[in-house]
C-alpha cells in the first residue's frame, strides 16, 4: 500500500511538499519517485529516486523541486517550490521494483492545484 500526503492548493509562487510511504512491502524496492497527470493529458514523470541515490527530474521542474527520502525505508518525498498555474495536476507516487517481472505499483493520487 502507498500512503501519499500533502496536496492541497496553493497561490503561483508558493510551496508545498508532498509524502509517500511504501507500507507492508516484501518486494524489494529500487527506485521511488513522483509522475502527474493534468487533466486530458498523459501521466508524466515529475521526479524519480532510486536506492543509489541518482535522481531524474522533469526538465520542467529542474531547480524548483527537489526529490528526496530513503528508499530502503520506503520513503520519498517531494518539495515543491516556486509553483506554477500549470504544476496544477493529480500527483502520482511511484514504486519500482528490483525484479523486472514485477509492475510498478502506484499510489492513489494527491491533488495539486496551483491559483494565479
Known amino acids: 500500500q502507498l500512503v501519499e500526503s500533502g496536496g492541497g492548493e496553493v497561490q503561483a509562487g508558493g510551496s508545498l511538499r508532498l509524502s509517500c510511504t511504501a507500507l507492508d512491502y516484501i518486494y524489494r524496492i529500487n527506485a521511488m519517485g513522483w509522475y502527474r497527470q493534468m487533466p486530458g493529458k498523459q501521466r508524466e514523470l515529475v521526479a524519480m529516486t532510486s536506492g543509489g541515490g541518482t535522481t531524474n527530474y522533469a526538465d520542467s521542474v529542474k531547480g524548483r523541486f527537489t526529490i528526496s527520502g530513503d528508499i530502503a525505508k520506503n520513503t520519498v518525498y517531494l518539495q515543491m517550490n516556486s509553483l506554477k498555474p500549470e504544476d496544477t495536476a493529480v500527483y502520482y507516487c511511484?514504486?519500482?521494483?528490483?525484479?523486472?517481472?514485477?509492475?510498478?505499483?502506484w499510489g492513489r493520487g494527491t491533488q495539486v492545484t496551483v491559483t494565479s
Open positions: 511511484n514504486v519500482d521494483f528490483w525484479d523486472p517481472s514485477l509492475s510498478d505499483d
